[in-house]
């Protein structure tokens, strides 16, 4: 998608369409004391004629102004637009980047789906310009994508032109729209990998998308494959690949900028699961087909590790991913095996499916020896922590508050929701085990934190954070902004994360 922006007056502009936001003026307190008191709603815009054209729509009664609420106007008087798509976006008050981020998805989603392919986007003037002209842009890219490759009967239906309306400082803007451009093509290219199935996502295929990403930006990537996860003494990963026979890859990219400073070193590890059948500890047939996407934290770091080779941030940054399938086979390992990591902890199996801990311990370990002084990993790590959150927040956990301080800030900057989970050392007691240091599976109770306990003895004392995507890496229904599959969630505040290191 082509991305431009544009310092016209909004009814001056020639386009196949324009795009504004409708907010809702009256007082929530009104309206709470009020229930029949009618929405005050007006164009987010200075642009008198663009008021001016939705004057009479919106006194009519007919528009309730609730977010995403849509209305198309052709050959709209006093404007040189074909037509005018009114985008609702609820209460002004509340009304946010979060918010305009999601509309400019929505609008996306509308227009191309009607099989048109350009859109001028009039940046409203309640936002901060440079916030907008970013969530437009993000947004925009997020809302173009569409998961159906492999169907004969797609559409190819997507915005080729997006132009954004707004006013300021012409350099800062245009560095704000190919930061946010990066970004979107980043977060896409990680969908693109969540995407495919598992036998066409193999490790060896996503180790190989790696290293080609990594050629076009100009990253360092090393490959390794089993007699290296062997020699590095990486147990706990190898446990789980050996019951495969699709062999395992260890993805290392480095991100070593000119002029960085020795540290800090970040490291992004990711769960690069490409198939999880559960192991011996089989998953039951029903919504295994899922699993493919058990490879999501690993895809996410690839895609961040883009978006950061392009952004060039100064501040060192290495992603590690550990990719392979967890397959019951005569080589797979058992419940009651006892597998020492990387690091020398010896773990009890107690269940072969929660092996994504198991990769991560000695992925997390692993970027520790390469010098990483700080961490984060992304994983699908639980089913427990979509029964504590749901679908709507992530799980976070940290060892360390300025980090999860840190990381928070990032969060609201890139528009993602995730919530704080515990790791108080009474749930230690979860994860020991009779005849080794720790068990791999602490039951059912607080799984998401018992799962989150376990790599914690990796990361040790080095400050780190893990995301629990589970809930959050795929759109189990599509939504106005977003369609149904990959949602690439966490790249962004991984990506402002790293930035803010580096300011
Ligand atoms: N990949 C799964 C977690 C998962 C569940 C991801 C649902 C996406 C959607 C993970 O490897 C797993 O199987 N976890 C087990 C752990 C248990 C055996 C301790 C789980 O959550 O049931
Ligand atoms: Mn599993
Ligand atoms: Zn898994």
Redesign the pocket.
Known sequence: MKTTLSFSTPSQLETESLVAVVLDQADPAQKEKNKDSKPQLRVDTSDAAVQAVATDLLASGEVTGKPFEVNLLHKPAGLKASRILLLSGGGAKKFSSYDLRRLAGAAVRTLKSRGIRSLAFVAPSSIPVEDAVRAIVEGAFVGNFDPDYYRSDRKDQKIDALTILTSGDKAALEKAVQEAQIVGESQNFTRDLVNEPSNRMTPTILAERAKKMSAEVGLKCEVYGADKIKELKMGAFWSVAQGSDEPPALIVMKYEPAGAAEKPVLGLVGKG?TF?T?GI?IKPADGME??KY?MAGGATMIGAMRAIALLKPKVKVIGIVCATENMPSGKAQKPGDVQIAMSGKSIEII?T????RLVLADGLYYARQLGCTHLVDAA?????V?VALGYANAGLFANDDALYDRFSRALDKAGEKMWRLPLDDEYKDNIKSTIADIVN?GGRWG?AIN?AMFLKEFAEETPWIHLDI?GTAWMEEQKPWIAKGPSGIALRSLVQFVKDFAD
């Open positions: 699961i999880d559960g500890s899922k699993m058990d269940n499916d929660a092996e994504g699908t790590l639980t089913g427990a979509v599976s799984g799962a589970a």
